[in-house]
Structures are given as C-alpha cells and as structure tokens.
C-alpha cells in the first residue's frame, strides 16, 4: 500500500478513527528533508500494511490540523494510535529509527 495523502477535510475520517496505528508524515513540497523521508515511509507503508497506516499532510494547504498538533518543524511524523498522539519524531531519521518508534506501540 503506498503512502495516502489526507488533508484538513480528511483527517479525522482517516486517521482518528483508524483502527490500526498510522503515522502522519507533516511536510511540505519546499522541504528538501521532507523529500528525503518520502522513499522510507513508502518502504514502511508495504512492509507494516495491515498492522500501520502510513499517510502525508501537507503542512501549506492543511493549516488547521498542523495548528491543532503545534507543529513548528518538518518533517514531523506523528504516530497516532486511537485517535491519541503516542509519539512523534522532528526530522530526516534514517529508516531504523522510525522502526525503533514503530515497533513498541504496534
């Protein structure tokens, strides 16, 4: 499954209610660290399909969900589990590290 984009519009619907964890990927087309991330959470979002959703937001053209979550930085990845943030990672991190985040709140 490749990497879904959401937007204000969506985000609730897809990623709140979601009953599987899903990683929100915060970013923006000028964000040359965001690039860099893009390739990984494709990697991710075939190797955890069924067990994490992997989806990106727009940081520019979503400006109401980027306000509600206080993000200052991109890339922010955000893991949310049951509608909650459980954790969230600022920055280009090679692929180990978002396993390492990934994995214990699976």
Sequence with gaps: MAVLEVTDATFDEIVLKSEILVMVDLWAVWCGPCKMIHPILEELSEEYE?????????????????????????????????????????????????????????
């Excluded at 980027?66 to 090679?94: C, H, W």
């Design 50 to 106: 069924g067990k994490a959703l992997m989806v990106k937001l727009d940081v520019d053209n979503n400006r109401e969900t980027s306000m509600k979550y206080g993000i200052r930085n991109i890339p922010t990845v955000l893991f949310i589990k049951n509608g909650e943030v459980v954790d969230k990672q600022v920055g280009a991190v090679p692929k180990k590290k978002f396993i390492e985040k990934l994995e214990p709140i699976l």
